[in-house]
Structure formats: C-alpha cells, structure tokens
C-alpha cells in the first residue's frame, strides 16, 4: 500500500515554526530567569544617631481629652440657650475635635477653628490677644489667626498643648467663657 504524502502548505510551515519558535522562547525565557543570580541586597545602612539636643518632645491632648473638652463646652453653651460651635486643636494648630452646636451659625465654624488656633499659637486667651492689636495691629495679617475673644489655650506646665475656640455666641465674652469650661473640665480630671 502507498502513502500518499500530504502536501504541507507553506502558510502551514510558517504557522509551525512560529508556534515551535514561541515554546522555545517561552522555554528559554523561563530557563533564563529561573536561573538568574537575584540582585544583591543594598545593605541597610544603620540609622543616625542624633546628638541629644539635636530634637526636643512635647505633649499633645489626647483625641478623648479633646472630645471631653469640646463637649464640655458645648455642653456649657446649650445650659445658656447659646447655639455654638467649639473647635480643639493640638499643639501644632491641627484641628483635633470640632462640634457644631444644633443651629449654630455657618460662619461660626471656621471662627471657632481660627480661635483655637490663636490660642494656642501664643498661649494666652484670644481676648487678651484682641487688645495687643492695639499696639501690633500687623498681628491680624498672621494666616489662620482670628483675634476676636472665644479662644482658650490648654497648657501643661505652662507650654501650650492645645486651643479651644468657642464661636456662635452674641459676644466674644461668652464664647470665652465656654472655651475656658472646655479647658476646666479637663484640667480638673472630670
């Protein structure tokens, strides 16, 4: 019996050795980097040792002393029929606690946040603050300060930890007066 042998196209050919061409990369290519040496590790350099009065630490309210403050003040403004906002920032102006009082005006928001801020900037109430634009009326220029009375700073050891800012009240009085609740509930462990 005769074979009769097929005749193989040349589009058949090229599509082989396409397909034969493939495996033996995928082949080689798997082989190459199957056995290739791993980069050596950079070494780990040590980390800098700081002489001792390269840094400093300081203290920070925690975010439950923030919330009992605010909340103390806030609590404060309710007791007097005023509708406030009372913000806590830490040490470095970063907000930590806002709350907004039930109807408490829009602007109130961003003045209590800018209170705070203020008070804890240069460790003193934003009222007695307002009375040395007196003198350096240019204080006022200074980004995100507000100099008007509502702001109560937070102090351990007489350093300056924190600000409470209290906006939304009729007068700047009354604000303050709410901020220094916030600060007198978590000055006296309540």
């Known amino acids: 019996m005769q074979h009769k042998a097929k005749k193989v196209t040349t589009r058949t050919k090229v599509l082989t050795s396409a397909a034969l061409l493939a495996a ?3 082949g080689l290519a798997g082989a190459v ?4 040496d791993a980069p050596a590790a950079a070494p780990v350099a040590a ?3 700081l002489k001792a009065k390269a840094t400093f630490s300081s203290d920070h309210l925690t975010v ?3 919330t009992d403050a605010a909340r103390a003040a806030l609590d404060a403004a309710e007791k007097e029929g005023q509708r406030v906002t009372v913000a806590v920032v830490d040490r470095n102006g970063n907000t930590v606690v806002t709350l907004r009082g039930d ?3 829009p602007q109130s928001y961003e003045s209590a946040i800018r209170k705070a801020y203020t008070a804890v900037s240069w460790n003193a109430p934003t009222s007695e603050l ?3 634009l007196q003198s350096a009326p240019n204080l006022k220029d200074i980004p995100g300060t507000l100099f008007l009375a509502g702001g109560a700073p937070v102090a351990k050891d007489n ?3 924190a600000g409470i800012g209290v906006a939304g009240a009729p007068s700047g009085d009354l604000d303050e007066k709410f901020a220094r609740a916030g600060v007198d509930a978590i000055s006296n462990g309540s």
Request: aromatic share 0%.
């Open 24 to 26: 033996v990369g995928a």
């Open 33 to 36: 980097s199957a056995s290739a």
């Open 47 to 49: 980390p800098a040792a």
């Open 64 to 66: 439950d002393a923030a």
């Open 103 to 105: 109807g408490a005006g």
């Open 130 to 132: 307002a009375k040395r």
């Open 159 to 161: 350093a300056p930890v």
